[in-house]
């Protein structure tokens, strides 16, 4: 089911591997062309965000997609959007549409499902004689969690969903990242925002952001047309911020 992706892409599939975003980058330096996905089993030194430590073990979706389009640099984080919506089509259709509203979209590159993570998306850029390749590295929790991260995490199988058929997940995943993908290119970021903010984690309520310098508090208000999360002061002000960490501070 979903097959067609595969006329798109060229797949490399790896029992164990240091880090599919690693192996993106390196046929990249090696001056291999195309779109490829990047599929393994197991990483030995999976990373997150920020240069995290990213448990891997066997069981879970482990995968990089390396984009050879040449996209517009200035657009690339967008595609972090466009792979969460993809990543919460793909477990709403594992666990059941009914529980899609369990599954939540936080700013600016996890999937959580009933408030803890199960998922994450890592974009990485290179530009090689003038041409940008993006990676997208996304890693989702099926049989196992990490246990060493310092929020609430969980599993499929811990949430009571079973992925019945090995494969299953990557060939799902595939299938709704290619229709956001088109959507994007052929609407534009607008319509990926729109269905995005549609299942934003703690949209409207007051959180804490940690972008690196500083701890900004602030009621989260949108994400702007350049994905950069919108937070208003107590003040009554309006900031952007491009990146961070993002707590519900809520009561």
């Known amino acids: 089911m979903y097959l067609p992706w595969l006329k798109k892409y060229n797949l490399l599939t790896f ?3 240091d880090s599919t975003n690693s192996e993106a980058i390196r046929l990249v330096k090696a001056g291999v062309r195309g779109d490829h996905v990047i599929w393994a089993s197991s990483q030995s030194v ?5 240069g995290r430590r990213w448990t891997s073990e066997y069981g879970n979706l482990y995968l990089s997609l390396l ?10 984080p967008q595609l972090s ?20 509203k369990l599954i939540g979209l936080k700013w600016p590159n996890d999937v959580l499902y009933d408030g803890k993570k199960i998922g994450g998306i890592l974009l990485e850029s290179i530009k090689v004689k003038a041409q940008n ?6 890693g989702v929790n099926i049989l196992n969690c990490p246990t060493n991260l ?28 290619d229709k956001f993908f088109d959507k994007w290119q052929n609407k534009g970021f607008g319509a990926i925002r729109k269905e995005w903010l549609s299942g934003a984690e703690y949209l409207h309520k007051t959180v804490c952001i ?3 310098n500083n701890n900004i508090t602030g009621i989260f208000k949108t994400i702007s047309k350049d994905g950069t999360i919108v937070i208003k002061l107590a003040s009554g002000e309006k900031i952007n911020i491009s990146s961070g960490e993002v ?3 809520s009561t």
């Open 133 to 138: 390749y993006l990676v997208i590295g996304v």
């Open 210 to 212: 940690n972008d690196g």
């Open 67 to 76: 984009l050879d389009r040449n996209i517009i640099t200035e657009t690339l």
């Open 15 to 17: 029992d164990k591997i």
């Open 81 to 100: 959007f466009v792979t969460a919506l993809a990543l919460r089509s793909t477990i709403a259709q594992i666990a059941g549409k009914e529980k899609q």
């Open 46 to 50: 999976g990373r997150g965000t920020h």
């Open 150 to 177: 310092d929020r609430p995490v969980t599993s499929l199988l811990a949430e009571g969903i079973v992925v019945k058929k090995y494969g299953q997940e990557l060939n799902i995943f595939m299938h709704h990242f």
């Open 247 to 249: 707590a519900n501070k």
